[in-house]
Nanobody
Framework: VQLQASGGGLVQAGGSLRLSCAASGRTLSSYPMGWFRQAPGKERGLVAAISWSGSSTYYTDSVKGRFTISRDNAKNTLYLQMNSLIPTDTAVYFC?????WGQGTQVTVSS
């Protein structure tokens, strides 16, 4: 299984980005999936998660009301819509499904 994350980039504070995580090699429709992030010098932490059906979601407190996680099982793809970005959102973002991990995509928010 390969997870390919994309959509990162450089954005000004207050801006938006949409991350995508496309899976190949195996359908992940039965897996809960999540987005994690790791800032320089910090541990990787969970940002948001979604159940296999998409009916249940979780957000870490710092992104509630700004980020939205979603998935399209028909496309085997996970998304993270990030709005009202702030500099502390700067990190490498990773997608995950069970024991599988994507390679990460850099998000940089300038003040």
């Amino acid at each position: 299984v390969q997870l390919q994350a994309s959509g990162g980039g450089l954005v000004q504070a207050g801006g938006s980005l949409r991350l995508s995580c496309a899976a190949s090699g195996r359908t992940l429709s039965s897996y809960p999936m999540g987005w994690f992030r790791q800032a320089p010098g910090k541990e990787r932490g969970l940002v948001a998660a979604i159940s296999w059906s998409g009916s249940s979601t979780y957000y870490t407190d710092s992104v509630k009301g700004r980020f939205t996680i979603s998935r399209d099982n028909a496309k085997n793809t996970l998304y993270l819509q990030m709005n009202s970005l702030i500099p502390t959102d700067t990190a490498v973002y990773f997608c995950s499904a069970g024991e599988f991990w994507g390679q990460g995509t850099q998000v940089t928010v300038s003040s």
